[in-house]
């Protein structure tokens, strides 16, 4: 089945500092690549995604890079703020025999310091 | 707009009981879906919903199962509870398919 590695698993910056958390996976059948962001005590939130047949996407400070080849995909963070402070999470969607698929990556825990 | 809710929001069983969660979706989405969150391993798919039909499903035991009513609102159920059940439990919901995820802030469930 997909597997997901997610590195690192806690990350600080200092306010206004760029962060990156990168994911690889291993199903080449994987074509939708979310990223969620889950603040303490509640449920997780997508905050941007990108399909397979795309190379970036940006949203404001936020933007997600696909390596189709290499089979890795990356969240950037901007000009971070205290309130980027949260765990993320990547994960992989594929169509398998059927069935949809959704693997997730084991989280980022990201503090901005301000 | 009312976004995905979940009930209970904790719970505490014993060994060897069951529980039943509720989820209901945001209107208009006909898509629920169950996952589960350890801190061992993390999130965890279940099981998808759609039209009141198990569509997709994870690596789970036959204790693990759901239901989804005309409505698109849903309910899990786990029988024979073990400790390992411990987790937080989260419903989100979507149009069709399992993507664009709207996750509801789960039920936390404690098995003694």
């Known amino acids: 089945g997909e597997n997901v590695e997610q590195h690192p698993s806690t990350l600080s910056v200092q306010e206004g500092d760029s962060a990156v958390i990168k994911c690889t996976y291993s199903?080449?059948?994987?074509?939708?690549f979310p990223w969620y962001k889950q603040e303490l005590g509640k449920g997780p939130q997508l905050i941007i995604d990108?399909?397979?047949?795309?190379g970036e996407k940006k949203d404001q400070r936020i933007a997600v890079t696909l390596n189709k080849t290499a089979k890795h995909f990356s969240l950037h963070i901007t000009e971070t703020q205290p309130e980027d402070s949260a765990v993320y999470f990547c994960?992989?969607?594929?169509?398998?025999?059927?069935?949809?698929?959704?693997?997730f990556g084991t989280g980022t825990k990201l503090q901005v310091i301000p | 707009k009312a976004g995905v809710t979940q009930t209970p929001r904790y719970l505490i069983k014993t060994r060897g009981q069951q529980v039943t969660l509720s989820c209901s979706p945001i209107?208009?989405?006909?898509?629920v879906s169950w996952y589960q969150q350890t801190p061992g391993q993390g999130l965890q798919f279940l099981f998808e919903?759609?039209?009141?039909?198990?569509?997709n499903k994870g690596n789970f035991p036959g204790r693990f199962s759901g239901r989804q009513f005309s409505n698109s609102r849903s309910e899990m159920n786990v029988s024979t509870l073990e400790l390992g059940d411990s987790a937080l439990y989260l419903c989100?919901?979507?149009?069709?398919?399992?993507?664009?995820?709207?996750f509801g802030s789960g039920t936390q469930l404690s098995v003694l």
């Open positions: 199903d080449s059948a994987s074509n939708y």
């Open positions: 989100a919901s979507s149009l069709d398919r399992v993507e664009k995820l709207f």
């Open positions: 919903y759609f039209s009141e039909t198990q569509r």
């Open positions: 990108i399909r397979s047949n795309v």
């Open positions: 209107s208009g989405h006909r898509s």
């Open positions: 994960a992989a969607h594929g169509d398998s025999g059927g069935y949809q698929k959704v693997t």
